[in-house]
């Protein structure tokens, strides 16, 4: 009896000291919640804007893809007979005629277009390219691209980069189509404007436009570049952010531009809409914030209900497994609350829909006025 009563005492004692652990952990939990730095919700100006003219380069050319397994066009095509016999000339193998690369199916005319960023590049600096059959090639896979010079996207541009190196097949649907890595090396410099005067444009990244979120990354330039004296930062539209460099910073206008583009948003604050974000060719669908859909009804092809009467009596032998292509989406606690955007993508999952049929549905949803956010297709 003893050591029953000491048993319980200590279990008792125990007890209350884990419950008082937990409470403390718990406390210690919330206080350090409250504590943490709102850095998290913050984010810089130069993940939301670019400089107005400091876009993106496009470069493009004629190439040939050598060493193909048989895959390539047919010589009898005049479209690549034509720069072939060329090739071979400059290398010193002319042939007689045109008739001589009929018989070749190891090559394959493609158009090269490589994209140079925003930040622009420098000479002997590479980037990465997209090679695209043009004529009758089945396949790319197993070839490379030779020696290929790589134009602006005007007429008559300048060369501004040599394009060559293996090409990698990214989607076996599309073997007529691939990629190169680091296989455009630039000539010469490709830089953006860099001529800004007294003043410059910011253009807010498509994802944040909106009239709320430009006059909150407005303010936070404000407060990081002239905290004390008047607004060098002026919203023009729900785009667009004019920027007045002050006069005494006109001297040295990079401190002052990296300063705008290192203010910190409260992201929090740009009362920016819910998106869903889909993308066909990948089958991904990104959802952001907490979107709600409306009650409504969906069907989709295949899509179907199934009962059977009277149901089996389960055994241990067999068991009763259900498979049902339906799943109700019911609404929240309050009548009036709609389901949610998780709520059908998980019935999705459960119901095994293809990711090309499920963003098939949310554009119906989106066209109806029935998902409660903005859809974007990647």
């Not at 005067?197 to 990081?224: E, H, Q, R, S």
Request: charged residues 20%.
């Amino acid at each position: 009896m003893r050591l029953e009563s000491a048993d319980s005492a200590r279990s008792w004692v125990s007890g209350r000291v884990s419950a008082r652990l937990a409470v403390f952990v718990v406390a210690l939990f919330l206080l350090v919640a409250a504590l943490a730095p709102t850095s998290a919700r913050a984010a810089s100006v130069n993940e939301m804007v670019r400089i107005l003219g400091r876009g993106e380069y496009p470069l493009h050319g004629l190439g040939l893809v050598v060493g193909l397994p048989g895959t390539g066009d047919s010589g009898k095509d005049a479209a690549l007979a034509r720069p072939l016999a060329e090739l071979l000339k400059n290398e010193g193998n002319a042939p007689a005629n045109l008739k001589e690369l009929q018989s070749m199916k190891g090559v394959a005319l493609v158009m090269v277009t490589c994209t140079i960023p925003e930040a622009g590049g420098r000479t002997d600096d590479k980037f990465d390219l997209e090679v695209s059959a043009v004529g009758s090639a089945s396949s790319l896979k197993g070839g490379r691209l030779f020696l290929a010079p790589l134009r602006g996207p005007w007429k008559n541009s300048d060369v501004f980069a040599l394009a060559s190196g293996q090409v990698e097949i990214e989607d076996s649907q599309t073997p007529t189509v691939g990629r190169v890595r680091r296989g455009a090396q630039l000539l010469k410099d490709v830089l953006p404007v860099t001529d800004i005067g007294t003043t410059f444009d910011l253009v807010i990244d498509g994802a944040f436009a909106g009239w709320a979120a430009a006059g909150v990354i407005a303010d936070a330039i404000n407060g990081k570049a002239q905290p004390q004296g008047p607004s060098v930062a002026v919203v023009v539209d729900d785009r667009l952010i004019r920027v007045t460099i002050p006069a005494q910073e006109r001297a040295n206008k990079g401190a002052f531009i990296a300063d705008v583009l290192s203010a910190e948003v409260n992201t929090t604050l740009m009362d920016l809409p819910a998106q869903v974000i889909c993308n066909a060719k990948t089958g991904t669908i990104v959802v952001t914030g907490d979107v709600e859909i409306s009650p409504g009804i969906i069907t989709h092809k295949d899509l179907t209900i199934t009962t059977t009467i009277p149901a089996p009596t389960p055994t241990p032998a067999n068991p009763l497994v259900s498979r049902e292509r339906y799943v109700p989406l019911a609404t929240r606690p309050r009548a009036t609350d709609n389901a949610k955007l998780q709520d059908l993508l998980a019935a999705f999952k459960q119901l095994d829909v293809a990711p090309a049929q499920q963003i098939e549905i949310l554009q119906l949803l989106s066209k109806s006025g029935r998902l409660h956010a903005k859809l974007v297709n990647d």
